[in-house]
């Protein structure tokens, strides 16, 4: 089955706790993204990658790393957690067309940092 | 910079009336334009998009939505809503070039199916 996979799904940390959320698709698609949804705000891109050892920065990249080594995956890295960092975190992938494409989105990580 | 707006934030209609979601977006090309589905826990799932074509445009579960470029809309419409339709729904722009930059979304409308 197609899909996108995060891990975990859930996860309360202490502020300042360096964590991973990983992210893996089996599409083979070269575009993956992060974004964080917050009330009132819908979501946000925080960081994107075209193809393997290429990413860059969204609309709110502070606080936030990412990696991509390999195609199928793209983890979100938060080396020094803040409160302002709890959220719900979606990782999306896409083919890289010609023209625009539909993400696809993972299940999502439900994040609360203490 | 592109943008959406969803300017209700939430809506109540009852079962079986008809919906319909605005969304009003500003984008300096030809938009390219989804809508998503967001139920309680859950992800997010593709109703329908629009990237070029006939403006109206069927989607899964029976929704619908409709490209008005002189408006800069693209509001959600259902003909007959079900108590599992309940769930935020999210308009989205997106640009060319594969999805480089990523979607831009608007903050959500959250619907209430009353009984």
């Known amino acids: 089955e197609a899909q996108v996979t995060q891990n975990p799904r859930y996860l309360i940390t202490v502020t300042g706790k360096k964590l991973t959320v990983t992210c893996s698709q089996n599409?083979?698609?070269?575009?993956m993204s992060w974004y964080r949804q917050d009330p009132g705000l819908g979501l946000r891109q925080i960081y994107y990658?075209?193809?393997?050892?290429?990413?860059d920065k969204g609309d709110v990249p502070e606080g936030y790393k990412v990696s991509r080594k390999e195609k199928r995956n793209f983890p979100l890295i938060l080396e020094s957690p803040s409160p302002n960092q709890t959220s719900l975190y979606f990782c999306?992938?896409?083919?890289?067309?010609?023209?625009?494409?539909?993400?696809?989105f993972g299940p999502g990580t439900r994040l609360l940092v203490l | 910079a592109q943008s959406v707006t969803q300017p209700d934030i939430h809506i109540t209609v009852s079962e079986g009336a008809s919906l319909e979601l605005r969304c009003n977006y500003s984008?300096?090309?030809?938009?390219?334009l989804f809508w998503y589905v967001q139920s309680p826990g859950q992800g997010l799932q593709l109703l329908l998009k629009?990237?070029?074509?006939?403006?109206l445009v069927q989607g899964i579960k029976g929704f619908e939505a409709e490209f008005k470029r002189s408006q800069s809309s693209f509001n959600l419409r259902k003909p007959s809503v079900h108590w599992s339709d309940a769930a935020e729904y999210f308009c989205?722009?997106?640009?060319?070039?594969?999805?480089?930059?990523?979607?831009?979304f608007g903050k959500g409308t959250h619907l209430i199916i009353q009984p």
């Open positions: 989205a722009v997106g640009a060319l070039g594969g999805g480089a930059d990523g979607l831009t």
């Open positions: 599409m083979n698609h070269e575009y």
């Open positions: 990658s075209m193809n393997v050892e290429v990413t």
């Open positions: 629009y990237f070029s074509g006939d403006t």
């Open positions: 999306a992938s896409s083919p890289m067309g010609r023209g625009p494409e539909t993400q696809y």
């Open positions: 984008y300096g090309a030809t938009p390219y």
